[in-house]
């Protein structure tokens, strides 16, 4: 069982930048691919990005526009999400999720076992 925690989110205005946390505690960290999502009120989660257990390749929703990177350190279970020029449309609770290996759909939310408590992001204009 892996057991995630996201931090780092906060109220910015539109254009800036946040960099969210995700730590991780279990042996299965490293064994596991991790991905984000976000969730407004009334709508279902949304994929951002994935990272695979080596942090080696990452991908991202085509909406993103380049915007937002993840990276993963191993050493220190835990995986970032630097998300850059914060737009309004980007408030939400943003999420970090542990895949159901050895196969499924990376954009799915039910195809993940663990979940943080999420961080909320609210950007102003």
């Known amino acids: 069982q892996i057991y995630l925690e996201e931090s780092g989110g906060g109220l910015v205005q539109a254009g800036g930048s946040l960099r969210l946390s995700c730590a991780a505690s279990?042996?299965?960290?490293?064994?596991?691919?991790l991905s984000w999502f976000r969730q407004t009120p009334g709508n279902d989660r949304l994929f951002l990005a994935t990272?695979?257990?080596?942090?080696?390749?990452?991908y991202y929703a085509p909406s993103l526009k380049g915007r937002f990177t993840s990276a993963r350190d191993n050493t220190v279970n835990t995986v970032w999400l630097q998300v850059n020029d914060l737009k309004p449309e980007d408030t939400a609770i943003y999420y970090c999720?542990?895949?159901?290996?050895?196969?499924?759909?990376?954009?799915?939310?039910?195809?993940?076992?663990?979940w943080g408590q999420g961080t909320q992001v609210t950007v102003s204009s």
């Open positions: 279990g042996r299965a960290f490293t064994r596991a691919r």
């Open positions: 999720a542990v895949f159901r290996p050895p196969e499924g759909d990376w954009t799915r939310p039910s195809d993940y076992t663990s």
């Open positions: 990272i695979s257990m080596t942090g080696d390749h990452t």
